[in-house]
């Protein structure tokens, strides 16, 4: 009953992502959404690695750091070595992960805001190795980067030339909405199988869980990885829409609105940083029309959410129903 | 019976305090051993040497004689000597049965990636633990609240559940730490019987540091007795009460206080 439940829902998600809003953009001929929602996925695919360190009890603020870092990585492969930008997509995140292991390992030591601090440093520290590398041409970044090209195995096309289509930003939308249903399902998994359970059982006390055979430094280092990972590959796809990259492209204001999206769908719901990211992404630009009161505004309707629901958005479904 | 574990010669200082002062015992395989000693003897600290949540300033501890001191904890327990705290340790926002399973992690075959990809010998493993929590809700008569959020229990069940933890990573040797703090006569009768029927039925050796005396007298094979980081004595329960070091030790509590 349950499993129907959730394949049911799983169903009309897939529908609404690649049916129902191309449709209803097509409709309205409000073209400019796409950038908007391709932007929206893959935002909350890094937002998605931040929940995954909110899950084994660490407060990450420094997401935007591996964003950057893959971005560069796609970039530079792709300008330099003319490298297929689908190549460098998991390359990005395979090396964001292994950056991530080695700052992992001496910082996942510390705890609660400790841990969350160096986080924080860590994005301007990005940024100012991308000012500073000669690899990453300083301030002038790396521009025209050209768009996506075919995906070829064996000779059959998987994925044909961005270039070459009449609607890239179509394109562009059902590649991000394709990462994001992938990172997601990923996600749901981790939670439910024992590995989500043992990051749980971190969370909730770190010293029981080592008393039970927990090797919890690895466990820690494994979640932060894979965490990092969603970031790079979220920074690359970034990157091919924008078609260049600044040492200011993700900065420490992105690595916090990576956090308040977690916090704003709900810490306790896999759904919840893909939630949090559309309302805060929206909720962003239709304060837009305020001008200078924009900041004002939102941030107080940030804390009155937070005080009138500490545990997302997604905890209304269960005051209201059953369902969880 | 065979020596399991071996304590020798193990201190720990802290600067200048030595908390442990060159501590030797043994605990035979099958035996319930108490560590006592009044507050600030040192139990608590020799009891985190032993599980390796310390690093020892001195000395070493052997399980079947394989050094286990200065080890990752995690490693300790995966070779079979694991903790209690002394505090309602447990996962809060788990359920009781929830607990037990998550805690059967040194039990699985299959690996992290397996269980992600849920291959079928990971799913045997699932089932494996399921029948095993059962098994051991029933063993600790915590079927009733079995579905209880374990933040919502009381001490006495808190207590139960620590153990029930332990008891899932199937140790050879189990540390209690104060198994008995906070339970009135009635809680700590039951708590007496289920520590022996651990050893009696599931052939789990028991050390355990205690304040509370004659529930130590009834349940110890031995007894090691600690002041200010030493050894003062150790034997069987009939023997301590008698030993004129002890007695001085708690001396201002009288006679009374180990007698039973």
Redesign the interface.
Same mark, same amino acid.
């Given at each position: 009953m349950q499993k129907n439940s959730l394949i049911f829902s799983t169903g009309v998600f897939l529908l609404g992502v690649y049916v129902a809003v191309p449709l209803a953009i097509a409709t309205s001929e409000r073209f400019d959404l796409y950038y908007t929602l391709t932007a929206v996925a893959l935002l909350s695919i890094a937002s998605a690695g931040v929940w995954l360190t909110f899950y084994i009890g660490r407060i990450n603020i420094g997401q935007g750091a591996y964003s950057l870092v893959g971005g560069y990585v796609s970039a530079l492969l792709v300008t330099q070595t003319n490298m297929s930008f689908w190549w460098t997509l998991p390359i990005a995140g395979a090396f964001c992960a292994l950056l991530s292991v080695l700052i992992g390992l001496p910082i996942l030591r510390l705890r609660g805001v400790y841990f969350a601090m160096v986080t924080l440093v860590l994005t301007e520290v990005a940024r100012l190795c991308a000012l500073a590398l000669p690899i990453t041409s300083g301030a002038k970044g790396i521009t025209s980067i050209p768009l996506p090209s075919a995906l070829k195995i064996f000779g059959i096309t998987l994925i044909p030339d961005f270039s070459s289509l009449a609607n890239p930003k179509l394109a562009f939308y059902f590649m991000a909405v394709t990462m994001m249903v992938v990172a997601y399902a990923v996600l749901w !998994? $981790?939670v439910h /199988?024992? *590995?989500g359970? *043992?990051c !749980? @059982?971190l969370q909730? %006390?770190e010293? *029981?869980a /080592? @008393? $039970?055979?927990? %090797?919890?430094?690895w466990l820690r280092v *494994?979640a932060y990885s894979i965490s990092s990972f969603f970031g790079g590959i979220a920074g690359a796809g970034f990157i091919a829409i924008s078609q260049s990259i600044y040492p200011s492209s993700f900065q420490s204001t992105d690595s916090v609105n990576f956090m308040l999206n977690c916090f704003l769908g709900g810490l306790g719901y896999v759904m919840g940083p893909m939630l949090g990211t559309l309302l805060l992404y929206f909720g962003w630009d239709l304060l837009f029309s305020t001008g200078r009161f924009q900041l004002l505004i939102y941030s107080t309707l940030m804390i009155l959410l937070m005080l009138w629901l500490p545990n997302g958005v997604l905890s209304l479904m269960d005051r209201k129903g059953d369902r969880k | 019976m065979s020596i399991l574990l071996e304590i020798k010669g193990v201190s720990k200082r802290f600067g200048g305090l030595t908390a442990v002062n060159n501590i030797s015992f043994h605990v035979s395989e099958g035996e319930i051993l108490s560590v006592i000693g009044p507050n600030g003897a040192g139990k608590s600290t020799l009891f985190k040497l032993i599980a390796s949540f310390l690093p020892t300033s001195q000395g070493e501890v052997f399980l079947r004689g394989e050094r286990i001191s200065n080890l990752a904890p995690h490693t300790v327990a995966r070779k079979g000597l694991v903790r209690t705290f002394q505090e309602a340790t447990i996962f809060r926002s788990m359920t009781v049965r929830e607990n037990i399973i998550v805690a059967h992690h040194l039990r699985s075959r299959a690996s992290l990636l397996g269980f992600f990809l849920d291959t079928r010998l990971a799913a045997s493993d699932e089932a494996a633990f399921a029948e095993s929590a059962d098994n051991i809700i029933e063993f600790l008569g915590l079927g009733a609240i079995r579905d209880e959020l374990a933040s919502t229990l009381p001490q006495g069940h808190l207590r139960a559940l620590g153990m029930a933890i332990g008891l899932a990573t199937h140790p050879t040797v189990l540390l209690l730490d104060e198994p008995f703090a906070g339970m009135n006569h009635d809680e700590t009768m039951h708590m007496v019987t289920l520590v022996r029927r651990l050893r009696d039925e599931r052939g789990v050796t028991v050390l355990l540091v205690e304040h509370d005396m004659p529930a130590v007298m009834k349940i110890s094979d031995r007894i090691v007795v600690l002041n200010f980081g030493e050894k003062i004595a150790e034997g069987t329960p009939a023997q301590i009460q008698s030993n004129p070091k002890v007695i001085e030790a708690y001396l201002g509590a009288e006679d009374a206080a180990i007698g039973l």
């Open positions: !998994r $981790i /199988s024992r *590995l359970h *043992l !749980r @059982s909730q %006390n010293e *029981l /080592s @008393s $039970i055979g927990v %090797n919890t430094a *494994l | -």
